[in-house]
Nanobody, 124 residues
Framework: QVQLVESGGGLVQTGGSLTLSCTVS????????IGWFHQTPGKEREGVAC????????RYAVSVKGRFTLSRIVNNNTVTLQMNGLEPEDTGVYYC?????????????????WGQGTQVIVSS
């Protein structure tokens, strides 16, 4: 069992920045790939950025490349999503997610554990 605790989020103006953090704990937590997913009402969760268990490799959605940066502190299992240049389309709930065996496919169907989600609102 893996637990994911998110922090960060909130309200920001267009062009602003926010930082989301996810602390991962539980058995073999350091063997999981970790990522962030975005969801808006009526839509499925979509992968935003995901990182390998060793923190070396990452995958980003096209819409966030160059704006968002994902990093992982391996020794304390914290994954941070730095979001810059935020746009109203980035509004929604962001979920931290864990994929087993160090995978980071960043596709919802491959996620084994989810966090509770944190709200991000970008005002225009």
């Amino acid at each position: 069992q893996v637990q994911l605790v998110e922090s960060g989020g909130g309200l920001v103006q267009t062009g602003g920045s926010l930082t989301l953090s996810c602390t991962v704990s539980g058995a073999a937590a350091d063997t999981y790939g970790i990522g962030w997913f975005h969801q808006t009402p009526g839509k499925e969760r979509e992968g935003v950025a995901c990182i390998s268990s060793d923190g070396i490799s990452a995958r980003y959605a096209v819409s966030v490349k160059g704006r968002f940066t994902l990093s992982r502190i391996v020794n304390n299992n914290t994954v941070t999503l730095q979001m810059n240049g935020l746009e109203p389309e980035d509004t929604g709930v962001y979920y931290c997610a864990a994929e087993e065996r160090g995978n980071y496919y960043c596709v919802a169907q491959w996620v084994n554990y989810w966090g509770q989600g944190t709200q991000v609102i970008v005002s225009s």
